[in-house]
């Protein structure tokens, strides 16, 4: 079983409107650089020109913030969901 | 659509400077940066004057010219224009020459600031023909929605963590509105409202209407620039959660500026919060320019956001305007809704409590010198977060209807003996 993407709407016109997309990637900087090899695009609007996951992108594996977990070097394994979410104003 | 856009001219992205249609929508397709409203400034110059304020009625729409809405707002028309009281004996427990209090505890008709980006977001999304609202929030937002959303005859869906205040719940159960409680703390609500807003084709007040909806609070900066006799005021205390109230005030004094109203003068914006969550004040002491999330634990129910949308503007705010910022303990936020009831009469909220005990702090240190002024901003009721004070508050004395029990009670009661004499 891969690892399930939540792709939320600004991204969906890189996914041709997917929802959901999959990876096998065992790390989430490597499903970053596997989606951009299947969505070409993908990978300059998570993350900016140092390498760095830009600062209003928020990812989460199984829906713990993957800066409480090891950034993008979080493992991934089969089963897996990821969400990537814009920040939000608050409450 | 396209010529009923009053005196917006876009939603431009404020990382990257991309610019968008003025829809429902909140983030940059390229860099997720968040979209503010973009404004013809220089119409609004000639319209927005000193004047034409004074002579429009006591409501945040005074100055609807620097509001996101395209005609008449037609939610929330008697929001705003909240006292602004000078607080001269707050000010001498604090050891500072004058201090303000801008008492958004009043706040028509939910009794927190959320009324006024509330009735912009929800103006704005009659305008473009929404009919279901909804919300993630953390107690005083949902409140606003629901009331603002019943009397404006909108559908409204609010999303809480389950945890929240029994005032607050109740407060939004009240309108009718459907309340959904999530078990989680603020941060999942908003991840799963992010998802949802995805799906379904709702105002989102504080998602896809974000842009929209956090410009209303600026008509607080407004009101105090105004209320002070036209002057930005040298101190400005402001609470945060996700830090965008204190991004709004201060983008008010600088249009303000702009657009000929007040004159330019050095100024410092403050930030407060509960040290149980004190992501941007936590940055701001080590000196860093970016935030580490933190997973909330505090009786500030209400600023309990552990990843703050707009921390990185407000870390922004603080080097540019010189300002500093603080967190207080559980204690000291009980403290300081002890203090500012006492001294001042007002009882707040919880924020309202990290918002003076902050301040004690900052004047003790200097940040706020002891012979400037300041002016705290107080955003929520203390009747809805009773449950933090209430056995901090002390117990009412109890006896029976007799003079001869009140007079025993005198006497054996030092504090009222006391007051017996004066």
């Known amino acids: ?91 | 659509m396209a010529e009923q856009q009053g005196h917006m001219k876009a939603l431009r992205c404020r990382e990257c400077g991309r610019e968008y249609p003025l829809e429902a929508r909140h983030v940059c397709e390229f860099d997720f940066g968040p979209l503010e409203v973009v404004y013809d400034y220089e119409a609004v110059k000639d319209k927005l004057t000193r004047k034409t304020i004074e002579g429009r009625r006591q409501n945040m729409w005074r100055y609807a010219e620097l509001l996101p809405v395209a005609g008449e707002p037609t939610v929330g028309q008697e929001v705003g224009f909240t006292p602004l009281i000078k607080a001269d004996r707050l000010a001498e427990r604090l050891g500072v020459r004058e201090l303000w209090i801008k008492n958004d505890a009043v706040n028509y008709p939910t009794l927190s600031f959320k009324d006024r980006v509330v009735s912009v977001a929800l103006s704005r999304a009659r305008e473009m023909g929404f009919d279901v609202v909804a919300c993630a929030s953390t107690g005083n937002l949902a409140n606003s929605v629901a009331a603002n959303a019943a009397s404006a005859g909108l559908k409204a869906f609010v999303f809480i963590p389950n945890d929240l205040e029994k005032g607050k719940v109740v407060n939004s159960l009240i309108y009718d509105a459907s309340v959904i409680g999530i078990k989680g703390h603020y941060d999942e609500v908003n991840r799963l409202c992010a998802e949802i807003a995805g799906k379904y084709n709702w105002a989102f007040v504080n998602v896809n209407m974000r842009p929209y909806y956090a410009e209303g609070s600026k008509s607080q900066g407004f009101e105090i620039v105004e209320q002070l006799g036209w002057k930005i005021p040298r101190h400005t205390v402001v609470p945060m959660a996700s830090g965008s109230l204190l991004t709004k005030i201060h983008k008010s004094y600088q249009e303000a500026v702009k657009i000929g109203l007040v004159e330019q003068v050095e100024y410092s914006v403050h930030g407060a919060q509960a040290a149980g969550c004190a992501p941007i004040s936590t940055a701001f002491k080590e000196g860093q320019d970016f935030f580490k999330p933190v997973k909330p634990d505090t009786i500030a129910k209400s600023l309990a956001i552990g990843t703050p949308a707009d921390g990185f503007y407000a870390l922004k705010v603080f080097q540019e305007t010189g300002g500093a910022s603080d967190d207080v303990t559980d204690d000291e936020i009980r403290e300081g809704i002890r203090l500012l009831a006492e001294t001042e009469g007002i009882f707040s909220e919880t924020a309202g409590g990290v918002t003076v005990g902050v301040a004690k702090k900052l004047i003790a240190s200097g940040a706020i010198p002891a012979d400037d002024s300041a002016v705290l901003c107080i955003t929520g009721n203390g009747l809805k977060t009773l449950d933090a004070v209430e056995n901090h508050a002390g117990q009412a004395l109890e006896i029976g209807p007799s003079l001869r029990e009140f007079e025993a009670l005198l006497q054996s009661d030092k504090e009222l003996g006391t007051a017996k004499q004066k």
């Open chain 1, 1 to 91: 079983m891969p690892v399930k993407v939540r792709i939320p709407t600004p991204l969906r016109k890189l996914t041709h409107d997917e929802e959901v997309v999959e990876t096998t990637a065992e790390s989430v900087s490597e499903a970053i650089a596997d989606l951009e090899t299947c969505y070409p695009g993908f990978k300059e609007r998570l993350v900016d020109e140092a390498g760095e996951i830009r600062r209003f992108v928020n990812i989460y594996v199984n829906d713990e913030d993957i800066r409480f977990l090891d950034n993008a070097s979080t493992a991934l394994k089969d089963g897996d969901e990821i969400s990537i979410i814009p920040a939000i104003a608050g409450g």
